[in-house]
């Protein structure tokens, strides 16, 4: 690896880990989502989900120039190699954090991909070129479900209320950069993941307001650890994605 | 190397790519055979590289299954062509856009079933946002969007007000 691929790697396995790892936990409502029509939905939102995935690794393994496939990067690493953010690898709970994780999440990564489309790597530049436009209904649907909940039953509401509560403290780690990434983004080849957050607060802002939600006091702050391979509910997730190719190294299908 | 294959009359000169171009142009969509590579705007280039033709094709959707799919009927279609030594590869920029679907496959999209998607400019990532779509079958602008997912990823399920009919849209990307 060049000096210069060397700092990109990790940053591009963070971009591929996220998707791959909200993609793969969006998938496991499949066939137990509330309604038909949603659970075509979520499988459709897991499928873009990890096809970026898909793409991000392709990327990183042609940096890393050691044979890496993107299969072996999201089935044969371990979750400590993982550098996803904690909230993406949360259990899906009930429907109401499945949503508000999907807007809090959509709602900063399309305006990253957004400005990640105009950097000076061409190659992560042409993936958000493509994954910007998906983003966009990730975050429509995301914030048509929240308002639905919000201003519907008792239930609905207070069940949105929780989730809420419960994921704001995990949405400062995706605007968290180590100081590899603040030298890619000095470098015009990452955006400023801070520089994002008036387009992150507007949205949340303008969704919660339609929802009637009150936006949660303290800031969002909290746990984190996840970019440096520092994981909670990761390993279980992993054991059931990679067991199948686990059991059969080099399979193909 | 060329020589050889000059005198099989194969793979050489501006004749071959036209030819190749118009096979992989008539590839159809595996998902929605009603139209084809051209039709959907995801052919991108046919040209010669060392000696042999190289197609470059576009995915629509990052996670479209379809995308190997194609890429396999496309080298199929070539090498049943007599295009032996092919290549085909995936490119994904520029991004592919719904724009990039032509008069023809809106036309047989729309003849299928299917309403053809609306202009980016009018139904794109705005927020709680929702494009004018016309009934493929009644004609009717008189729509409801049920889901903005369908039975596969390009698509969106609709339902038409005045003749009671659900149908697919594809969606604006």
Redesign the interface.
């Known amino acids: 690896m060049t000096e210069a691929h060397r700092h990109i790697f990790p940053y591009v396995i963070a971009l591929g880990d996220d998707a791959l790892v909200l993609g793969h936990r969006l998938s496991q409502w499949s066939s137990r989502a509330p309604t038909l029509e949603e659970d075509i939905a979520l499988s459709n939102l897991a499928l873009d989900l990890i096809g970026q995935a898909r793409l991000f690794y392709t990327l990183a393994g042609k940096l890393e120039g050691e044979g890496r496939s993107e299969d072996d990067l999201a089935y044969f690493r371990d979750a400590a190699a993982f550098s996803n953010t904690l909230m993406v690898e949360l259990p899906n709970g009930d429907f109401a954090h499945t949503m508000v994780r999907q807007l809090l999440y959509a709602a900063f990564t399309h305006p990253y991909f957004e400005a990640l489309a105009t950097s000076r790597h061409p190659g992560l530049a042409e993936i958000a070129a493509k994954a910007v436009k998906e983003m966009a209904y990730h975050v429509r649907h995301a914030a048509e479900w929240v308002i639905r909940l919000g201003d519907g039953t008792d239930e609905s509401r207070q069940r949105t209320v929780a989730a809420l509560d419960t994921l704001w403290p995990y949405v400062g780690e995706l605007f968290e950069m180590d100081a590899a990434e603040q030298e890619l983004a000095r470098a015009s080849i990452a955006p400023d993941r801070e520089q994002l957050r008036p387009i992150w607060n507007a949205t949340i802002d303008r969704v919660l307001g339609e929802a009637g939600l009150d936006r949660p006091e303290r800031p969002p702050t909290g746990p984190t650890g996840g970019r440096a391979g520092k994981h909670v509910h990761l390993a279980e997730m992993l054991a059931d994605m990679q067991s199948f190719a686990r059991a059969h190294p080099g399979a193909a299908w | 190397m060329s020589a050889t294959r000059e005198t099989d009359g194969l793979c050489t000169g501006d004749a071959d790519i036209a030819r190749a171009r118009a096979v992989a142009a008539a590839v159809p969509d595996p998902e929605i055979p009603v139209v084809t590579l051209a039709d959907l705007g995801i052919l991108r280039g046919v040209e010669r590289r060392d000696g042999a033709i190289f197609v470059t094709l576009t995915?629509t959707?990052?996670?479209?299954?379809a995308t190997l799919a194609i890429k396999l009927d496309v080298e199929a279609a070539l090498l049943e062509a007599g295009f032996a030594d092919a290549k085909v590869e995936i490119i994904?920029?520029?991004?592919?856009?719904t724009d990039d679907i032509t008069d023809e496959g809106r036309r047989k999209l729309r003849e299928y079933g299917i309403a053809p998607p609306p202009p980016r400019a009018t139904g794109?990532?705005e927020?709680?946002?929702a494009p004018n779509v016309a009934c493929p079958r009644c004609g009717s602008s008189d729509t409801t969007r049920?889901?903005?997912?369908?039975?596969t990823?390009c698509k969106a399920?609709w339902r038409c007000e005045s003749c009671s009919e659900p149908f697919d849209v594809f969606?604006c990307?």
């Open positions: 995915p959707y990052t996670g479209c299954p994904l920029s520029p991004a592919w856009s794109g990532g927020l709680f946002s049920i889901s903005e997912f369908g039975s990823p399920l969606k990307l």
